[in-house]
Nanobody, 125 residues
Framework: QVQLVESGGGLVQAGGSLRLSCAAS????????IGWFRQAPGKEREFVAA????????YYADSVKGRFTISRDNAKNTVYLQMNSLKFEDTAVYYC??????????????????WGQGTQVTVSS
């Protein structure tokens, strides 16, 4: 098993930036593909970004492409989500999740076996 803890959320004005962190413990972190999802009140959880265990492939939702950057530091067992040019519609609880190397399509929640508890991001307009 792997345990995930998100941090870095908060309140920011539109146009501002935040960096979310996802710290992992437990089984070897480096073998997992890691994704970020978000869920706004009354809406389904949606894909934001993902990075493969090998660093080779990164995926982004169209709504965040060019503004958000996902990265990972396997030595620190941490994945980051740098969020720039934040918009009001980015307001949500952000979750990181870990998928087995053969876990499936990384843009879907079903690919992920482990989830963090989430961190709130609020963007004021």
């Amino acid at each position: 098993q792997v345990q995930l803890v998100e941090s870095g959320g908060g309140l920011v004005q539109a146009g501002g930036s935040l960096r979310l962190s996802c710290a992992a413990s437990g089984r070897t972190f480096s073998i997992y593909n890691i994704g970020w999802f978000r869920q706004a009140p009354g809406k389904e959880r949606e894909f934001v970004a993902a990075i493969t265990w090998s660093f080779v492939i990164k995926y982004y939702a169209d709504s965040v492409k060019g503004r958000f950057t996902i990265s990972r530091d396997n030595a620190k067992n941490t994945v980051y989500l740098q969020m720039n040019s934040l918009k009001f519609e980015d307001t949500a609880v952000y979750y990181c999740a870990a998928a087995e190397p053969t876990g499936g399509v990384l843009t879907t929640t079903s690919a992920y076996a482990y989830w963090g508890q989430g961190t709130q991001v609020t963007v004021s307009s």
